[in-house]
């Protein structure tokens, strides 16, 4: 098993930053991926971006060269680093890892921008 734990999120002015954390424990295994996905109201869960253990990263199209994904796996925690935000983004962001034996989720936390 292994758990989730977001911060992070909150209200923002359009062109602001944010900086979301998701630490994991648990059977967390040394090999994985973490990423994290956002659901807009009205609309399917999308992935935003992923990183796994190596470092290998993928994103989205509608936020490259905006938001920015890392990782400590010495502290078993994934950011996300958020910067020139837009009003599109206004999502539930949720915390994603996944393992050999487990495709685990956070509660999720909310991300609001708007002026």
């Known amino acids: 098993q292994v758990q989730l734990v977001e911060s992070g999120g909150g209200l923002v002015q359009p062109g602001g930053s944010l900086r979301l954390s998701c630490a994991a424990s648990?059977?967390?295994?040394?090999?994985?991926?973490m990423g994290w996905y956002r659901q807009a109201p009205g609309k399917q869960r999308e992935l935003v971006a992923s990183?796994?253990?190596?470092?290998?990263?993928n994103y989205a199209e509608s936020v490259k060269g905006r938001f920015t994904i890392s990782r400590d796996n010495t502290k078993n925690t994934m950011y996300l680093q958020m910067d020139s935000l837009k009003p599109e983004d206004t999502a539930v962001y949720y915390c994603?890892?996944?393992?050999?034996?487990?495709?685990?989720w956070g509660q999720g936390t909310q991300v609001t921008v708007s002026s």
């Open positions: 990183i796994t253990t190596g470092g290998i990263m």
């Open positions: 994603n890892l996944r393992n050999f034996r487990f495709n685990s």
């Open positions: 648990g059977s967390i295994f040394s090999v994985n991926v």
